[in-house]
């Protein structure tokens, strides 16, 4: 079975939208949104949640009202700042600022803190009109967001082996953090999806070292390049330094806006568009590395 990872090192590259239209291009693959702080590629794919399932994200702190002597210890021991008088008096703890270190419970003479499973976040394996999606949502607040990462793609490889599918097309989180790594180790191909902007090439920069690190062939696609070409020669002489090759550029249209728009993707919005055509390029290319 080969993954293959969509990056970015910035939001706003163009990275789903390029994704799915390699989600809507071929049948013979299993789509997981890895970016689960804030997926996005379902509002695209239009999914059809076949099963939910809980990811216990870590733990909240709770107290008990009627153990709590509110002598304020835990307040003073708290590091985020999740543990307050409310204006009764009484000591709570904020569900969203709480990171689930356990302190309090250990440090409350009272014994009157305790930890319950956050299980507020989700994830889903969901039928799209092309196959599989495997998909999450993280709750606001709640952590571990490579972990989750972890799961929904081991989910996404029994799914594929069920489905004699032997190809994952992984739509990556943006930035260089845990999520991201989470998606990148073990992959057989990585995309980076870059801009032609003074961010982009900076980001750029940094996840070439992270897929270096991890190993991963890596190829580049410089989407917008037409908005700065000065840019986008300093990206392709960047990328030809450190041996990563540009496997495609895209120039700025409005397909991807009006495409979006309308709940699809680029190649199925503007099929006869150059945009389309060159996506169609870069993705046989990228399933060829
Ligand atoms: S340390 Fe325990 S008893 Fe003291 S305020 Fe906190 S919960 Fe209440
Ligand atoms: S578990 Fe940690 S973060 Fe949460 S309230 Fe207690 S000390 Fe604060």
Redesign the pocket.
């Known amino acids: 079975m080969k993954e293959y990872v969509v990056l970015s090192g910035k939001g706003g590259t163009g990275k789903t939208s390029i994704t799915a239209s390699f989600a809507t291009l071929d049948q013979n693959q299993i789509v997981v949104d890895c970016d689960v702080d804030a997926a996005n590629l379902h509002l695209l794919l239009s999914p059809n949640v076949e099963s939910e399932h809980v990811f216990i994200s870590g733990?909240?702190?709770v107290i008990d009202p009627e153990k709590c002597s509110q002598c304020g210890l835990?307040i003073d021991?708290?590091?985020?700042d999740?543990?307050h008088y409310d204006h009764t008096g009484r000591v709570i703890?904020s569900e969203i600022?709480?990171?689930?270190?356990?302190?309090?419970?250990r440090v409350c003479p009272k014994q009157a803190?305790y930890?319950v499973p956050s299980d507020k976040s989700r994830w889903y394996i969901s039928n799209y009109r092309n196959g599989k999606l495997i998909h999450a949502r993280i709750a606001p607040g709640e952590e571990n967001s490579g972990k989750l990462v972890r799961i929904i793609r081991q989910a996404a490889q029994e799914e594929a082996k069920t489905q004699n599918q032997d190809t994952l097309i992984l739509d990556g989180p943006p930035g260089t953090g845990c999520p991201v790594i989470s998606s990148l180790s073990g992959v057989h191909a990585c995309l980076i999806v870059t801009e032609a902007s003074v961010s982009g090439l900076h980001d750029l920069k940094r996840i070439l070292e992270l897929t270096k690190q991890y190993g991963v062939r890596t190829q580049v696609v410089i989407n917008k390049f037409d908005l700065n070409v000065e840019i986008t020669a300093k990206i392709e002489a960047y990328c030809e330094t450190v041996q990563v090759p540009v496997i495609g550029t895209l120039a700025f249209d409005s397909n991807f806006v009006e495409a979006m728009i309308a709940c699809k993707s680029v190649c199925e919005w503007a099929p006869e568009s150059d945009s389309c055509k060159q996506i169609k390029e870069i993705y046989s290319k990228f399933i060829a590395s």
């Open positions: 733990h909240t702190a835990c021991y708290c590091r985020f999740a543990i703890i600022s709480c990171d689930g270190c356990r302190l309090c419970e803190i930890a």
